[in-house]
């Protein structure tokens, strides 16, 4: 059969990862995907000093890439969501298939681009848009097809488990660590995307989406970061027996379903509480299979591309194959998606760590357990540290409570006088339960 042949938009470290896997590994992939694979063109506004693309086409102008009629597959590597979104559906106009690492594209622009890619009867890849290098979107939509999928949840972004990792392991303070983490290259000059929860919730959406069978809803995302956690907490977490953990988590409910990423105390013996460092992990619990996990890393250049050449392979595989034969984009067929709600975070239950400062006087710590009472909010532990100062950390566990509960419990105890400032609140997660 005729060679399949490739167009690589993006150059960078993904994008250079991928295009030297191909190379290198040219002869081993052909004889996985039964036809050979060829680099046809790339797009990209720089070289890559690392890419020999001597014999290759090269261009600054992507729209080229989607538009070459030579070009079977068009591989998306330039990230972000406008000049993207253009380029993806410029390329399925065009008839190409396209495979892609971008989470923020898929996770805002996917319902689009799905449909788009459905009427021109071609298919749109991105394993490598979530967790780098470990196949679960594919272990979603096509290992675990058998099962109801009742939560998941994951360590979806390595910068912010790297920076818990090391306050943890080392003692260190949040902004100590993240400079460290600029400077190593697991951070950006501007990190909010990956420490205030952006990143992973872009992941996160996908993941539910494929696990639920809900159309994508980025925008209902509840999403919390980890630049208010302190050395503190994480100590305080420790005596209590857990690690703080930044999880995205989404869970299958009655009234509809969980999405949310926020800072979590996981069980210092549960799975995900010992995945450390740049590590990602996804642990998913099905009704048939029950708890699953899937380990590795989430990033990197050929870690990513890893990825990104399977999903050119899968296409390969299946060019010849009847479109309603196809694996579904979001592992449902399109007309079976569920209209199930994401529910709002203040409708949800989990339970909560808190820690305020009080004044070193008596009958503080009555009045707080008299407001968690009158709200219905049950105690599982409480830490008071013993000081010479004016003021002492409280530190309190409670049992499961709505959130809208609990919002009103810690405006109601942040309006003591006794209480110094604003109550730091981290959620409390038995993944098992």
């Known amino acids: ?64 890439v989607a538009t070459n009629p030579e070009i079977d597959v068009v591989v998306e590597l330039i ?74 949840a994951g360590i979806i972004n390595g910068t912010g488990n790297f920076i818990l990792t090391e306050m943890r392991d080392k ?57 208010k956690i302190t050395r503190e907490d994480v100590q305080y977490a ?20 969980e999405l949310r990423v926020h800072p979590t105390l996981v069980p210092e013996s549960a799975l995900l509480a010992n995945v450390n460092g740049v590590m990602n992990a996804v642990l998913v619990d099905g009704d048939a299979v029950g708890q699953t996990m899937y380990y590795g ?9 890893s990825a990104v050449v399977a999903d050119i392979v899968d296409v390969v595989r299946t060019l010849t194959a009847d479109r309603d034969n196809r694996v ?10 569920s209209d199930a709600p994401v529910l709002p975070v203040e409708e949800i239950e989990t339970a909560y760590y808190l820690r305020m400062q009080a004044l070193e006087q008596p009958g503080v710590l009555a009045q707080v357990t008299s407001i968690l009472g009158e709200k219905g909010i049950n105690i599982e532990a409480i830490i008071q540290k013993e000081t010479h100062e004016e003021q002492v950390p409280v530190i309190i566990l409670t049992q499961r409570v709505q959130e809208q509960k609990m919002n009103e419990a810690i405006a109601e105890m942040e309006a003591l006088d006794a209480i110094c ?11 098992a339960d």
């Open 171 to 227: 003692g260190r303070d949040f902004a100590d660590v993240l400079a460290e983490a600029q400077a190593l290259g697991y951070a950006e000059a501007d990190p909010t995307f990956d420490v205030e929860g952006i990143d992973a919730a872009h992941k996160l959406t996908i993941l539910a989406s494929l696990a639920f069978g809900i159309p994508l809803q980025f925008e209902k995302a509840y999403t919390e970061g980890i630049s």
């Open 421 to 431: 400032g604003a109550v730091t609140r981290i959620r409390v997660e038995h993944l």
């Open 1 to 64: 059969m005729k060679p399949v042949k490739v167009g690589i938009c993006g150059l960078g470290t993904v994008g250079g990862g991928t295009f030297n896997v191909l190379k290198r590994n040219a002869d081993e992939i052909s004889r996985r995907a039964g036809r050979r694979i060829i680099v046809e063109e790339v797009g990209a506004r720089r070289p890559n000093p690392d890419c020999d693309t001597k014999g290759v086409q090269v261009t600054q102008d992507i729209f080229e």
């Open 297 to 305: 890393a989430g990033a990197g250049a050929e870690p990513t591309a």
């Open 238 to 257: 420790e005596e209590l027996g857990y690690r703080i953990k930044h999880l995205g988590v989404s869970r299958r409910t009655e009234d509809g379903v």
């Open 328 to 337: 579904p984009h979001l592992a449902f067929q399109p007309s079976e998606l």
């Open 79 to 152: 990230g972000g969501y406008d000049v993207a979104r253009d380029l993806v559906l410029t390329a399925i106009e065009n008839g190409k298939h396209v495979v892609t690492a971008n989470k923020a594209l898929i996770a805002v622009h996917g319902n689009e681009i799905f449909e788009a890619a459905q009427r021109k009867n071609v298919m749109v890849a991105f394993e490598a848009s979530v967790a780098g290098g470990i196949p679960i979107i594919k272990a979603i939509r096509e290992g675990l097809s058998a099962n109801q999928i009742n939560w998941l």
